[in-house]
């Protein structure tokens, strides 16, 4: 889910590289397909790819063989991109690779991978979630199956909202239940304020009302922001990019926007209910009362925290009214080598996709990891009557933003930056300047497109 680091060295210098190729990717012969993932081999979704390949090997003996690299990434994913951009700056570049999906339009730009369609079996393509398809589909053409979905929801720990005042608690939505984000700032500042007075031990290690992971921001890991928080947008009717996605004057600085965020701004208002430097595991020592969680919360609290009694409600909505799709979704993704000019060995390439990211897939990594299901037929597996309450209230909670609200993030040739400047230059100024006022909210959304606008000048034909 994390944001890919610097991207190459430059989209100019890629695009350079990749017109000026022999397309040897292409005259490789059909004799294998090698596959490059993100994942480190010992790690559960590097052993799930190879177990999937050893399997598709065993029963396809009459076909290419497939061999698999897993290579570890660092933070962001630098060690695993440095790799595969060296291997595009030296045209070697493997049959499939994975990507995260917001990176992949800058790839298509490049001209580095291969789109899918008339290639794919027959409704291969609709078995995917809705979002999923959109995070892989650029200019109308699918280019990525991603092996995975994702979800953020909101928790809450449970002995300290035992502990309130009955009006406080009133103000919790059941997880059935839509709600708003006045509604959870209400909620977050009722709580503050209850612990700044109480000696409950619920509240012996309380620090904050909200965990909100922009301490990921502070420390460069971007995406963390913007896939958390671009659904203050989504939730209002508008977004930080059009359509386009390399236009963001009138879009990212528009008046929605400024509300959305000053609504956001809220959390560090007075004395802050959030923080840009929040301790490590916040949420999980007790340390706050409230998260903005992802979904690997699940499994981690259950296996390393058992003791945490946590709850689990719907992301919330900006706008009450809105109806759209505005919860934060995407994941990883299979793409193919787009310098591959034999159709022969094109079809063996998506054939092999298409083993790794099907129905059976899809089951099999969520057993395997807790990845929640990237394929329609498959998010039924999610096991939402465990003896663990708290799993199961969670899972039900993600599992319904899957199949009804999520959206994939923006799709642009410019995405990383996108994504820093967002997380960096607006969410971060606003928390660690804790800026409440509309005035100066709307300057650095203008300051953001400024520059925005001069980075996206090399990607527009």
């Known amino acids: 889910m994390k944001k890919l680091g610097y991207f190459l060295l430059g989209m100019a210098l890629l695009s350079l590289m990749v017109g000026c190729n ?16 993100q994942a480190a081999a010992d790690h559960p979704e590097g052993k799930m790819f190879a177990s999937r390949v050893e399997r598709y090997n065993e029963d396809n003996s009459d076909k290419p063989k497939v061999e698999i690299q897993n290579i570890t990434r660092a933070g962001a994913g630098s060690g695993y991109i440095d790799k595969l951009n060296a291997a595009i700056t030296a045209n070697d570049i493997p049959d499939i690779f994975t990507l995260d999906g917001p990176d992949i339009a800058a790839y298509v730009d490049a001209g580095v991978i291969g789109e899918l369609d008339g290639y794919m079996s027959d409704g291969f393509k609709e078995g995917f979630t809705e979002s999923i398809i959109q995070q892989g589909t650029v200019d109308e053409k699918l280019y990525a199956f991603g092996y995975s979905d994702s979800a ?42 209850f612990a700044k007075t109480t000696s409950d031990p619920a509240f012996s290690n309380y620090e904050l009302a909200v ?24 939730g209002n009717d508008t977004n930080i990019v059009s359509d386009d996605g390399l236009t963001v004057d009138g879009v990212l600085n528009n008046e929605k926007n400024v509300e959305a965020l000053t609504k956001f701004s809220k959390l560090f208002e007075g004395d802050p209910l959030g923080s840009a430097s929040e301790p490590e595991k916040a949420f999980h020592t007790g340390k706050a009362a409230l998260a903005v969680a992802g979904f690997w919360y699940v499994n981690e609290l259950k296996d ?53 990211t099907n129905d059976e897939a899809a089951e099999e990594y969520y057993h395997a990891q807790g990845s929640i299901p990237s394929r329609v037929n498959s998010i039924d597996v999610i096991d939402t009557n465990t003896d663990n309450p708290y799993y199961n209230e969670a899972w039900k909670v993600m599992q319904y933003q899957v199949e009804n609200t999520n959206k994939a993030r923006p799709v642009s040739s410019g995405y990383p930056y996108l994504s820093e400047t967002y997380a960096k230059d607006i969410l971060l100024k606003i928390a660690q300047n804790k800026t409440t006022d509309s005035k100066t909210i709307k300057k650095y959304l203008d300051d953001a497109v400024k520059k925005l606008d001069l980075e996206f000048e090399k990607y527009k034909h």
């Open 22 to 37: 022999s397309n040897q990717a292409g005259k490789k012969g059909n004799d294998k397909i090698v596959i490059w993932t």
């Open 152 to 193: 953020v929801a909101i928790m809450y720990n449970e002995e300290m909202i035992n502990a309130l005042p009955d009006n406080v608690k009133a103000l919790i939505p059941s997880m059935d239940k839509d709600w708003t984000w006045d509604q959870f700032v209400e909620l977050a500042r009722a709580i503050d304020n």
């Open 211 to 234: 965990s909100t992971l922009l301490s990921d921001v502070a420390s460069g890991v971007y995406e963390t922001g913007t896939y958390y928080f671009t659904p203050l947008m989504w």
């Open 304 to 356: 390393n925290y058992p003791d945490l009694k946590f709850k689990t409600v719907r992301y919330p909505k900006m706008n009450e009214d809105y109806n759209g799709l505005y919860t934060p979704s995407g994941s990883w993704a299979f793409v193919r080598n787009g310098n591959i000019e034999d159709e022969e060995k094109i079809n063996q390439v998506v054939e092999v996709m298409e083993w790794l």
